[in-house]
């Protein structure tokens, strides 16, 4: 777009030299008008000069030739100087509307680039946005080591008189999310998904005839 009305720009600069131009050339034709005029009027005061019949006429033909001759080169100066003027003037306004031109470029091409960038970063924001940086779970600290242990067909077991009763869960819903031989890392990874409004359950199965911990969440 920038360049497009440069070009336009560039296209009316050059009408208004042709135009100018075209009024320089007017007024050369008049000077050269002028000074035939002059050379005219020099021709017929000789003429007269060399006919006059008597020192009187003589005087008054040339005074009246001096004058139309004087007359003509005032005119032909006057006509020298409004073309001077006005090969001056088209040059100072061609040149200041070149500049203005130019000026007008370079600030929407300058607005462009800017826009451009805007819209290359733009993608960027909304893709932040979008996808937010995932926030780390918070690392759960066990008393013991938990075992990765291949659970056999589970049998009852009757529960310590010393412990809680743990609390019933549907078989074979929900997800495992852990097994642990300590009761209490059970209980920290319930606590946690309790924070995080999951339901989870504790279930004590017997793996190998010992005792162990399951952690089942509903999502």
């Given at each position: 777009i920038a360049a497009a009305k440069a070009e336009a720009e560039a296209t009316r600069q050059a009408a208004r030299a042709e135009a100018a131009r075209v009024r320089a050339n007017a007024?050369?034709?008049?000077?050269?008008a002028a000074k035939a005029q002059t050379a005219r009027l020099e021709a017929a005061q000789k003429s007269v000069n060399l006919s006059a019949s008597s020192p009187a006429e003589s005087l008054a033909a040339r005074a009246e030739a001096a004058r139309a001759?004087?007359?003509?080169?005032r005119e032909e100066a006057r006509a020298e100087a409004a073309r001077k003027t006005a090969q001056a003037e088209a040059a100072r306004t061609e040149a200041a509307r070149a500049e203005t031109a130019r000026r007008k470029a370079q600030t929407e091409l300058a607005s462009a680039r800017e826009l451009n960038t805007t819209r290359s970063a733009t993608p960027s924001a909304n893709t932040a946005k979008t996808n937010p940086a995932v926030v780390p779970l918070p690392k759960i600290e066990l008393l013991a080591k938990s075992e990765s242990i291949s659970p056999a067909p589970p049998r009852p077991v009757a529960p310590a008189t010393s412990r809680p009763q743990l609390q019933p869960a549907p078989a074979g819903a929900g997800t495992v999310a852990?097994?642990?031989?300590?009761?209490?890392?059970?209980n920290t990874l319930r606590d946690y998904y309790r924070s995080q409004n999951i339901r989870v359950a504790i279930e004590q199965?017997?793996?190998?005839?010992?005792a162990i911990y399951q952690v089942r969440i509903w999502r």
């Open positions: 007024e050369a034709e008049r000077i050269t001759t004087e007359s003509a080169r852990g097994r642990y031989a300590l009761q209490e890392n059970a199965i017997s793996v190998n005839g010992r």
